[in-house]
């Protein structure tokens, strides 16, 4: 095994400079983006500028980098990326830390999730589609293919859920709102689809779809659902499992993220020394068989999300200057 790391290749970074930033601790990571003024792309080494998700030049754009730079693991960011990706993995052309293509597309559609969640004989909230009626009210408007939260609505009645389904222009599910306490499950599945680790959170504030706030908890029924539900589904990577504990329906599975969650400071924290998602994925890419080490973690710990900010000049490079010098003030 060579003693210098492969590289990470992650895509469409965004503003998620926290995970750029904790892979970049570890090996060389080429962080892809089509604007110069995505700031997570600034924690990376290698900075490159692509064409979009949509773009025939996109992908092969993808697999130059990954020869340029020695690349052993593709991580992506963002819904959009993964069953682009899916497919290029199926074909030989990038070591993608994602599912087979159609797993991919199933979870992109919160539909074809609820039926899918169904047939693995996990637990999902009744669902439908219009102008098929709910048996129950109130319920959760939302896209097939929405993402961060976007467009999601409560409706208490049909009139509600028709104006609602009819504002989004677009198609929409239908699923009964649940009550109770809502969690978050980060796992991590190695290339064979085996859960190395689940570890929940509670989400104390969410903001955009993005947990803020929010608790490590050693609960055993959620990282059991966790690992069943990444497992299921064929993750390849990392793996967000959202889910209430509704007072009447007991634990049901919100929402399916093959890709980094939100509140991804809570898995850091909350892994042991050496067992960051970052640290096994990069022993994944170098040949590793990873041994599972589900439910081992340090409970309890407490993360509260920041902003912080870069600036960049003329050329959009970082000037190194920062607003308060030294970071934020420890009191």
């Not at 080429?30 to 900075?47: D, F, G, K, M």
């Not at 047939?119 to 009626?133: A, D, M, Y």
């Not at 170098?286 to 960049?312: C, D, I, N």
């Not at 308060?324 to 009191?331: E, K, Q, Y």
Request: glycine content about 8%; proline content about 10%; some cysteine.
């Amino acid at each position: 095994m060579s003693s210098q790391p492969p590289a990470v290749m992650i895509t469409s970074v965004g503003r998620r400079y926290d995970i750029v930033a904790s892979f970049a601790q570890h090996t060389t990571v080429i962080a892809t983006e089509t604007s110069p003024l995505a700031p997570a792309q600034y924690a990376a080494q290698v900075r490159a500028i692509v064409p979009s998700l949509d773009d025939p030049a996109y992908v092969p754009e993808l697999v130059r980098l990954c020869g340029e730079h020695g690349v052993g693991a593709v991580v992506p960011l963002i819904d959009p990326d993964i069953e682009v990706l899916a497919h290029a993995r199926a074909q030989g052309l990038l070591p993608a830390l994602v599912p087979d293509p159609e797993m991919a597309r199933a979870t992109f559609d919160k539909y074809e999730t609820h039926l899918l969640l169904e047939r693995l004989g996990l637990p999902s909230p009744p669902t439908v589609l219009p102008p098929t009626e709910p048996e129950h009210y109130p319920v959760i408007v939302k896209p097939r293919h929405g993402s961060n939260s976007r467009s999601i609505h409560l409706a208490s009645s049909p009139e509600q859920a028709r104006f609602f389904a009819d504002y989004a222009q677009e198609p929409v599910v239908l699923q009964r709102a649940m009550r109770g306490p809502e969690f978050s499950i980060d796992c991590l599945c190695d290339t064979q689809g085996r859960c190395l680790n689940a570890i929940p959170r509670s989400m104390i504030e969410s903001r955009g779809g993005e947990s803020v706030k929010g608790t490590v908890l050693g609960d055993p029924e959620l990282i059991e659902l966790g690992q069943a539900v990444s497992e299921g589904v064929g993750a390849r990577g990392p793996c967000m499992v959202q889910a209430f504990r509704d007072p009447e329906l007991g634990l049901r599975v919100t929402d399916i993220n093959i890709r980094f969650g939100g509140g991804y400071p809570a898995h850091m924290y909350g892994a042991l020394p050496g067992h960051t998602y970052p640290e096994l994925i990069i022993r994944m890419a170098s040949g590793e068989r990873v041994t599972p080490h589900v439910g081992q973690m340090k409970a309890g710990v407490t993360f509260a999300r920041y902003y912080w900010q870069l600036e960049l000049d003329q050329q959009s490079l970082p000037t190194g200057r920062e607003i308060a010098p030294g970071g934020p003030v420890r009191i």
